[in-house]
């Protein structure tokens, strides 16, 4: 989707602030939070797409301005609320009016460092062969979804050549939305900055593109 | 950026929220308050920059082991004991005198978290996901790195499922040292690509 999320080549945005020796939180309720987000996941009602799709159509004004373990907090009630594990009414309360749905699949602590450390692959088994090999010059197409997609906006209807071929994996495009694995050959793409911005000077560019993105060039 | 001590019945609303949500989802039963813990200590204590520097000082010292790590990142890594969410699909990306590395994920906030840990808030932040595709060199020189104008630079946005490690180079006056020395010269934007290693000494 043409969200907040989508800020490569954007400007006005200042320069990057960075804190010298940055500690791992900025407040105690940061680490609760992303907690509460990868324990929640174990639930198996969406997918990591899902969470990532959830964060980028929160409004846009709220989206670049909030501290992120905010985005994460805002984007999981309304996850909960849309699979139907809380209700506004119980967040105002602060406490639970309704049993769980899936208590039975919540992640004990005892599971909790097996889980992390398997994470979550994406690659699976391809099932046709890959459409195009390493050194093909291609275009990105010109997809503008409002549904959740990967191909940001400044690479859109652009060419590159291929250098990288990772294999089949999960097509986010489809994940993100109840709709299946559906894996689909993922490609490294690299752009001449000139083909991005129109000028020379910059840099060269890589972003990971599924085979739905691409045409030959 | 500072933390009070809160008695329970002033929490900020920010703090009152997050209480809220653990407490109703703990009554449901969908959520263990000792997993939320095990999840915290694990990101922590087990995963962090240490983690990618010991890979990257491995590589400088070991060539056999370099190579792995440019052919087979995720099985390299796992030999140093780092495994898991975020770095199922790791890719190493190493610095030469005529290529520089440099990571973002300009859609979110992807990262390597097995080697790298959790991002730093710059890292997330519109500013950086903004420019560092569009204008790296004005990226660099606000982290105090300038690149000679021969050195080509390589932006490599996070868009899939695939992250990226930078292997920065070795600097100079380091043959002598062992792969702990070496390690303490390896900081966590070196391994983004938006810092060099240390020169030992300074």
Known sequence: ?217 | MHDHDHDDNHLDPMSARVRALETILTEKGLVESAALDAIIETVETRIGPRNGAGVVARAWAEPDYADWLERDAPAAIADMGHTGRQGEHIRALFNTPQTHNMVVCTLCSCYPWPVLGLPPVWYKSPPYRARAVRDPRGVLAEFGVTLPDATQIRVWDSTAEIRYLVVPMRPAGTDGLDQAALAALVTRNSMIGTGLALEPGR
């Open chain 1, 1 to 217: 989707m043409n969200g907040p999320q989508d800020l490569g080549g954007r400007a006005g945005f200042g320069p990057v602030v960075s804190e010298p020796d940055e500690p791992l939180w900025h407040a105690g309720w940061e680490p609760r939070a992303l907690a509460l987000t990868i324990a929640t996941a174990a639930l198996g009602h969406w997918t990591l797409d899902e969470v990532r799709h959830a964060r980028e159509k929160l409004p846009p004004a709220f989206y670049l301005s909030a501290r992120y373990y905010d985005i994460w907090l805002t984007a999981l009630e309304a996850l909960l609320i849309r699979h139907g594990e809380l209700t506004p009414d119980e967040l105002a309360a602060g406490h639970a009016r309704q049993p769980g749905l899936r208590p039975d699949r919540h992640l004990p602590a005892e599971r909790v460092a097996a889980t992390l450390a398997r994470g979550g692959p994406t690659e699976r088994p391809a099932r046709a062969p890959a459409r195009f090999a390493l050194g093909d010059r291609v275009r990105t197409r010109n997809l503008q979804p409002e549904t959740h997609t990967r191909l940001p906006g400044y690479a859109r209807e652009k060419q590159g050549v291929i250098v990288a071929v990772h294999g089949a994996h999960v097509f986010a495009d489809s994940h993100a939305h109840g709709l299946g694995e559906n894996p689909q050959w993922l490609y490294g793409i690299r752009f001449e900055p000139e083909d991005l911005w129109g000028e020379p000077g910059g840099a060269q560019v890589h972003i990971d593109a599924w085979e739905p993105y691409l045409e030959p060039a």
